[in-house]
Nanobody, 121 residues
Framework: QVQLVESGGGLVQPGGSLRLSCVVSGSIFRINAMGWYRQAPGKERELVARITSDSSRNYADSVKGRFTISSDNAKKLVYLQMNSLKPEDTAVYFC???????????????WGQGTQVTVSS
């Protein structure tokens, strides 16, 4: 069984910073990529940032220059450093992992439960 657990969400004022963390545990053979998505009320879930096993990164245009994704593959951790936060960044942030649970398995997608980020004065 694979589990993703996020932490680090909360309430922050505009212009502030937060750091999200996500740890992946369970039966894992190899991780292809990990990422962060977010979903605001009434909106669809969207990609925020993604990092692959070879450290290739991509970001949503709306967060470029403000957010940074990083990972510790040995510890199966992924982080999202969020700076210069704006009210429009308010959403539930979900951790995502694309991985194989065994050598002969197919790549599968797993999700965390989400952590609330609220940017408000």
């Amino acid at each position: 069984q694979v589990q993703l657990v996020e932490s680090g969400g909360g309430l922050v004022q505009p212009g502030g910073s937060l750091r999200l963390s996500c740890v992946v545990s369970g039966s894992i053979f190899r991780i292809n990529a990990m990422g962060w998505y977010r979903q605001a009320p009434g909106k669809e879930r969207e990609l925020v940032a993604r990092i692959t096993s070879d450290s290739s990164r991509n970001y949503a245009d709306s967060v470029k220059g403000r957010f940074t994704i990083s990972s510790d593959n040995a510890k199966k951790l992924v982080y999202l450093q969020m700076n210069s936060l704006k009210p429009e960044d308010t959403a539930v942030y979900f951790c995502n992992a694309d991985l194989r649970t065994w050598s002969g398995g197919s790549w599968r997608n797993f999700w965390g439960q989400g952590t609330q980020v609220t940017v408000s004065s």
